[in-house]
């Protein structure tokens, strides 16, 4: 079964960058709406980004103008962009995407297993 795979995450100082990616377990035709989420201190996952079909993206406010969502059809890659990362960024960065299994098939709502991100000096 296809899955995604978040990787990238680590230990940062504030203030810092760090960029996350989002890829399939397996190849894929192509990665459709990526979303991600987190979940910190307040065991509540909330949205960080998201980039739909169009290009529009989505972000939540606590990362509104630090963070940037992007993807590479190409290599059927999301990313997320993380810039001036602050202590409250921490938690565990969960990706979500409809992912296009072949021209036909589309597999909706597919998530990873997380990748931790630490931000603290």
């Known amino acids: 079964q296809v899955q995604l795979v978040e990787s990238g995450g680590g230990l940062v100082q504030p203030g810092r960058s760090l960029t996350l990616s989002c890829s399939a377990s397996e190849n894929i035709f192509r990665i459709n709406a990526i979303g991600w989420f987190r979940q910190g201190s307040k065991k509540q996952r909330e949205l960080v980004a998201r980039i739909l079909d169009d290009g529009t993206t989505n972000y939540g406010d606590s990362v509104s103008g630090r963070f940037t969502i992007v993807r590479d059809d190409a290599k059927s890659t999301g990313y997320l962009q993380m810039n001036s990362l602050k202590p409250e960024d921490t938690g565990v960065y969960y990706c979500?995407?409809?992912?296009?299994?072949?021209?036909?098939?589309?597999?909706?709502?597919?998530w990873g297993q997380g990748t931790q991100v630490t931000v603290s000096s």
């Open positions: 979500t995407a409809d992912l296009l299994l072949t021209a036909d098939v589309i597999r909706r709502g597919v």
